[in-house]
């Protein structure tokens, strides 16, 4: 295979979408999945990883969604695809507030927001409903907290990582995660020693994520510095 046969059920399974198709759009996103699979080639892996997260999200399959949304996180973070990150953190976003963790959700939304603003990255009209929707659940439940969790989201922005040539994001207060000994799923380029985590990609779960790590995902316990 090649990547033009990974593009070409891509967009077979986006147009599926748009038909409402949703077996098909899935059919085509695993097979776009599979070419770049074999090919090792990462764009053709993250870009169907978030079309099945978006799928599963819809279907409320929100453990699958999380875990494609996860993979393709990783995926476009190790590119540099800021869009792809953009879009990544919003959907884990849309997983938190469906499952009810709201602040987390509006932390991860703004995140998104803070780097897609200066970008001029919009959200084409069926997103803005989406994600409108989704924060004014999430606005509704946290009343005044919801402000503060904005403005915290919007504060993880991005970091110069020393030990690479570009930016990563990182998603979640590690301040938070170390003091509530949280699990946190973690790219492959995180490091943690002398009680110090290095700058990659963190979310914070609450349950040890033990399916991510047979998805070829990495998990560790952040523990008390104390």
Known sequence: PNVLRAIAYYWRGQAAMHREDFTLARESFEAALGV????????AMAHPLLMLGRLAWAQRSYG???DRFAEGLDIHNENDDTYGIVQGLE????????QGRYERGVRLFGAAEAIRAPLALDLSPVEHGVRDQLLTTARDALGARYEGAWAAGSRM???LDSTRTHST???ASLEQAVTRKLWCWVSPGMRAAGGTVATSLVIPTLQAPSAWETAGMHSMQIMDRR
Do not use: D, Q, S, W
């Open 36 to 43: 770049g699979r074999v090919l090792g080639h990462g764009p």
């Open 64 to 66: 699958e969604a999380f």
């Open 91 to 98: 959907g884990a976003a849309a997983v938190a507030v469906a």
């Open 157 to 159: 922005n991005l970091v």
């Open 169 to 171: 994001v990182i998603l």
